[in-house]
């Protein structure tokens, strides 16, 4: 690329790389496990929902199956949808009426709650799905829609190489205790609150 | 759902969604400006670059056109490149070498982030790309790869509507002053901290 010599701050960067190199390659080394992940991506933070989608778009270019469960939610126009439920080994169903200050019925949320979990419930039985993204779970538990216990055990019980991530904000400390990822996302500054709309294909 | 006259419980909740709601509402009718936003998705967690794919599957279900520049990175055999190439409406590039750590050359890092830039500059003059995706670009600024102020330029001047996704650890302050919304994405535990392998369809 070059022919300069090395300045000093290139000799200092590739000295640091090396040790850096050194550390990576081992800890690379040590982490031989191959086993279904569960990832909780949680916080008040933009891009939950969001790189769970990425995840799926991951999963399928490997030629994995997913299955996604969308709670809480009740739109159908969303472009995430649109352009998922035009690709094979996707399964995807939307379960929720809407977030819960727009409903204004907690027994209702409750009813739907639990018909939405049936869906889940079947996807955490089926080997046949290496990806399930249970989009939202974390406010069925945190607001009492589901109990824990039923929910916690599904998860623990799913396929040994099936992969799942729950996303929404305020996850219960039994769904991060039994995580093997938890990423928390925190919201520095939203375009929202500068009185920016929630645009199409960046909101939904 | 039920025929149970509503609990206490209940009633509060209702009360508590009615005002919840009065609120958002309000917010949501101030929130009018409709234009290209740029999203800053940074810090030490998993789903930076997960989440600016989970938005360009949402964009590319509403019809939009994408463009993808992957800085630093260098593997093309990632389940996001395999899927997305197969889409129509995406142009993606791979423009990196590697981590700083794998490359040990510093003076090449710098050439290929130079070489890279004019590919994502040519983007941001293109009002074609509804939302560019900039994979890592916060590296090439936090190291001193390139300089700050034609990057920035750059992305100020870019087409009105275009929305723009700028992703990597360490993000700076120029950056997210600039921005619409910045998330942090905070490491509160990493599979691979437990000796788990990065697994296909998950981490790659």
């Known amino acids: ?115 939405g979990w049936q869906v889940a419930e079947t996807m955490l039985q089926d080997s046949r799905f290496d990806l399930v993204v249970l989009d939202e779970l974390t406010y069925l538990l945190s607001l009492d829609y589901l109990d824990k216990e039923p929910v916690l055990s599904a998860l623990a019980k799913r396929p040994a190489q099936q992969h799942v991530v729950v996303t929404g904000r305020s996850a219960i400390v039994e769904l991060k205790d039994m995580a093997d990822t938890v990423s928390d996302i925190r919201d520095e500054k939203h375009a929202y609150t500068s009185g920016i709309k929630a645009q199409q294909g960046v909101d939904w």
């Open 1 to 115: 690329m070059t022919n300069k010599p090395p300045s000093k701050q290139d000799q200092y960067h590739q000295k640091r790389m090396q040790r850096k190199k050194a550390q990576i390659d081992a800890s690379i080394a040590k982490a031989d496990i191959e086993k279904g992940v569960m990832l909780v991506v949680t916080g008040n933070g933009k891009g939950k929902s969001t790189s769970a989608f990425g995840m799926v778009a991951r999963a399928l270019g490997h030629g994995l199956r997913v299955g996604v469960c969308q709670f809480i939610k009740s739109r159908t126009d969303t472009g995430e949808e649109a352009f998922f439920r035009q690709q094979e080994n996707v399964e995807w169903h939307v379960l929720g009426d809407g977030f819960t200050w727009d409903t204004q019925d907690r027994q209702g949320d409750i009813d739907s709650a639990k018909r």
